[in-house]
Nanobody, 121 residues
Framework: QVHFVESGGGLVQPGGSLRLSCAAS????????MSWYRQAPGKKRELVAT????????NYADSVKGRFTISRDNAKNLVYLQMSSLKPEDTAVYYC??????????????WGQGTQVTVSS
């Protein structure tokens, strides 16, 4: 059974940093491109960052480019999102899933509980 467990969120002041982690299981993790997504209150879930299966290529939403870094550890089935220079508009619940999950009839069945990130002074 596919399973994602996100952790590492919290309350942080503007300009601060957080590192999110995602533990994945139940599928061929090392062969799967992975992404972080986020959903703010009243808004649709959006793609934040993507990393290829071996970690050689990453892509970011324009809104986080230069501030967020996605990485992975295929030996441990973990995906990370290092967030710095956080802004109030980064406040959202953050999720990990396979790349393209929002458009996939398969992957969108397996959203985890997410981790809340709140950026506020």
């Amino acid at each position: 059974q596919v399973h994602f467990v996100e952790s590492g969120g919290g309350l942080v002041q503007p300009g601060g940093s957080l590192r999110l982690s995602c533990a994945a299981s139940g599928f061929a993790f090392s062969s799967t491109a992975m992404s972080w997504y986020r959903q703010a209150p009243g808004k649709k879930r959006e793609l934040v960052a993507t990393i290829t299966s071996r970690g050689s290529t990453t892509n970011y939403a324009d809104s986080v480019k230069g501030r967020f870094t996605i990485s992975r550890d295929n030996a441990k089935n973990l995906v990370y999102l290092q967030m710095s220079s956080l802004k109030p508009e980064d406040t959202a619940v953050y999720y990990c899933n396979a790349n393209g999950a929002t458009d996939s009839n398969f992957w969108r069945k397996y959203w985890g509980q997410g981790t809340q990130v709140t950026v506020s002074s």
